[in-house]
């Protein structure tokens, strides 16, 4: 651990390099990708004493750090299962059937939206407002890669490679 942080070293320089990426005294800049870096540590969630190293390590208030933890759909403040997966919904996606992929993924998997299955092997997350690939829907995202252009046999396909 870091002496000065209650972050272990190694996210500590990962911190660092997000903190170069922005002008001095704006380490406020460096929060998403600090939040990034603590939470792949911690094996995909924020824990409060995590989020208050990280608010320490940049020597900011904690509301701010909080603020941005409970903000983003991309951070989890519980413990998820190992594969996130994310199915988009918003109109270009809902018009491509993602409504169809939402309701057979719960199915496949025996969870709802916003649950891991009994084994911690996939994380649902709850509703996706939009991930940005409208050309390509309907799409989900896997552990942060886009799967594209689904169908019911590609989304099983995919959730069944992962471990």
């Not at 413990?79 to 939402?102: E, F, K, Y």
């Not at 009994?118 to 409208?134: G, M, P, V």
Request: charged letters at 25%; one cysteine or more.
């Amino acid at each position: 651990m870091s002496q000065t942080s209650l972050l272990p070293d190694n996210v500590c320089e990962e911190i660092d390099r997000w903190k170069a990426r922005f002008p001095a005294n704006q380490q406020r800049s460096a929060v998403i990708g600090a939040l990034h870096a603590v939470q792949h540590h911690n094996e995909g969630y924020l824990t409060a004493e995590l989020m208050n190293g990280v608010a320490e390590y940049l020597d900011l208030p904690t509301i701010q750090v909080y603020e941005v933890a409970t903000f983003y759909s991309m951070f989890q403040t519980q413990p998820v299962g190992r594969h996130n997966v994310a199915i988009c919904t918003n109109v270009s996606c809902m018009l491509r059937g993602a409504d169809n992929i939402v309701e057979h993924v719960e199915n496949k998997l025996g969870i709802k939206t916003g649950a891991s299955t009994e084994d911690e092997r996939i994380y649902l997350k709850k509703e996706e407002e939009c991930l940005a690939a409208c050309c390509g829907a309907p799409m989900m995202m896997v552990d942060h890669k886009y799967y594209e252009n689904l169908t019911l046999e590609k989304v099983d396909e995919i959730l069944d490679g992962l471990e």
